[in-house]
């Protein structure tokens, strides 16, 4: 079972406490009127602005899993929050991963003590998922060596911060990713915010349309490395940090939920009496039970790659099995990202979706906060890549069966009696999953093998989270009642799955135009 460290449980109830006495009270007025700056002050006083960064920097020297602890339990008050502090970490991470020494002096002990914010500007105003079409120009001065930054940039999470890395083209003549370079500007008057967006939810921090009129920038790390290298891991780090913040949803709307029916009188007895209310309540604490043991496994995997990369990229003479162990979490965690944060964000919308139902009537009224909930959730499985890209991102290494040695070490564990019997049915489906996924790879039909990449995705997750659950409940045994409900109703989902996948059909692919337009 994943455990936290004496440390990260101290940290957990600390933020745990900071949250309920600073951030939940100030939400719901975040929510009608933008970020509250005194949560910010706050989130100062109590060192988390720069508790991920290192301690030479004025950080708390936090690893992934504790990031992602701070992320989670401040999500429970406020997905705004968690959100601003998200987007100020990945600034604040590029600089000290990518950034030159002076950079790092210069920018990480501001952002440790939260004198500066920051902002991740990508997203350009016709160009989402696509960066590599980024237009926004980066040009020297040949006289002075001076960068300045021409262009829009749309969709900026906080995007009215003091410090902003920005993805923008370096390099005259170029069309795809290989011409980007990353940069750092700080707010002035050549960048205008020209618009804050007016959305569904996240109301407590701002969304942004940027207009770069030659905004004085600074170089940061090697040109042309903006998009293919920089970007890319960020993204993987933004996807995790995405995941604790729709755990943390999910965890709000469940308990809201379970308060509200078991406070509900309707026929002389409480509402989470009756099967169909605790159908759904037990339902959605499977799936946000789910949801939180990938979280964890995905960043002590994550912790795992970089410790090992650090050692081989920079420790004396690393040997060879320290090179497999930073080859196989490095496979791994690219594998268990993007899996972690469909997972996540889906069952953040379901599980709020669920709470209203049981609110009923009053649940879609802005007096409770499910409603809130909801909206909140819903932009966490589309931004910092939609479901449909997480699946892209995954397929490859479900095909290349990147995870069967952690599947078949969690599935060699000891498990007697019932847990036994579960771990035996739940390997029954991973026989069944390589033998989908034979199926796709020798049909040889790229179409093919797109239009089931989800389904052989979900399957892949209903194995490895199944043997998470397993594992946590031979540990501690108040588990195995959510492990064993996890198990019975993956085997019918996957099932369903698993037919569609090896029925072989390509019906959908020859007439999905005449489905759509008709």
Not at 344 to 350: F, R
Not at 455 to 477: H, I, P, W
Request: include cysteine; charge should be negative.
């Amino acid at each position: 079972m994943f455990k936290f460290t004496e440390e990260q449980v101290m940290i957990r109830d600390m933020v745990r406490e900071f949250t309920k006495n600073e951030v939940e009270p100030r939400d719901k007025w975040m929510d009608e009127n933008g970020f509250d700056w005194e949560v910010h002050k706050k989130l100062c006083e109590a060192g988390l602005m720069g508790i991920h960064l290192p301690e030479q920097y004025g950080g708390g020297g936090g690893d992934a899993v504790m990031s992602e602890i701070v992320i989670n339990e401040i999500a429970k008050g406020s997905a705004s929050v968690a959100l601003f502090l998200d987007a100020d970490w990945l600034a604040a991470d590029m600089i000290y991963v990518h950034g030159s020494e002076e950079q790092k002096n210069t920018y990480l002990p501001k952002f440790a003590s939260g004198e500066y914010d920051g902002s991740m500007d990508l997203t350009e105003p016709d160009f989402g998922s696509d960066l590599q079409s980024v237009r926004l120009r980066a040009w020297q001065d040949e006289k002075t060596g001076q960068w300045y930054l021409n262009g829009m940039k749309r969709f900026i999470t906080n995007g009215c911060a003091k410090v902003h890395l920005v993805l923008a083209r370096s390099e005259e003549g170029t069309t795809d990713g290989r011409g980007l370079s990353m940069f750092i500007c700080e707010a002035c008057p050549q960048l205008v915010v020209r618009r804050i967006e007016n959305k569904l939810g996240i109301h407590g921090v701002a969304t942004t349309e940027l207009q770069y009129n030659d905004v004085p920038a600074q170089l940061c790390g090697k040109r042309r490395m903006g998009l293919i290298r920089y970007v890319m891991s960020l993204m993987n780090g933004a996807r995790v940090a995405i995941s604790g913040q729709a755990v943390g949803i999910a965890e709000a709307a469940y308990r809201e939920a379970r308060k509200y029916a078991s406070e509900r009188q309707q026929f002389k007895r409480s509402i989470d009496k009756f099967p169909a209310i605790y159908d759904m309540l037990s339902s959605m604490k499977v799936r946000l039970t789910a949801a939180r043991a990938l979280l964890y496994e995905t960043t002590r995997v994550v912790d795992l790659r970089n410790a090992y990369t650090h050692l081989v990229e920079h420790g004396e003479n690393p040997t060879a099995e320290e090179r497999a162990l930073q080859k196989y979490y490095n496979k791994t965690a690219a594998v268990l990202t993007p899996m972690c944060k469909a997972l996540a964000t889906e069952v953040a919308n379901s599980v709020a979706y669920d709470a209203i139902q049981i609110h009923g009537g009053t649940g879609f009224m802005k007096d409770f906060n499910a409603e809130r909930f909801y909206r909140d959730a819903r932009i966490t499985n589309i931004y910092e890549g939609t479901t449909q890209l997480q699946v892209v991102a995954a397929i490859g290494g479900v095909i290349q069966r990147d995870n069967d040695q952690r599947i078949h070490e969690l599935a060699g564990l000891e498990f007697t009696g019932k847990l036994a019997r579960l771990r035996d049915m739940v390997m029954e489906l991973y026989e069944d999953q390589l033998k989908a996924v034979k199926f796709v790879a020798e049909k040889k039909d790229p179409a093919y093998h797109d239009l089931m990449a989800r389904s052989l995705v979900e399957m892949e997750t209903y194995v490895f989270v199944g043997l998470l659950l397993l594992r946590d409940a031979a540990k501690c045994e108040e588990r195995a009642a959510i492990a064993e409900r996890y198990v019975l109703d993956s085997v019918p989902e996957f099932r369903k799955r698993y037919m569609r996948v090896t029925s072989g059909d390509v019906t959908l692919i020859d007439n999905n135009r005449d489905i759509i337009d008709y």
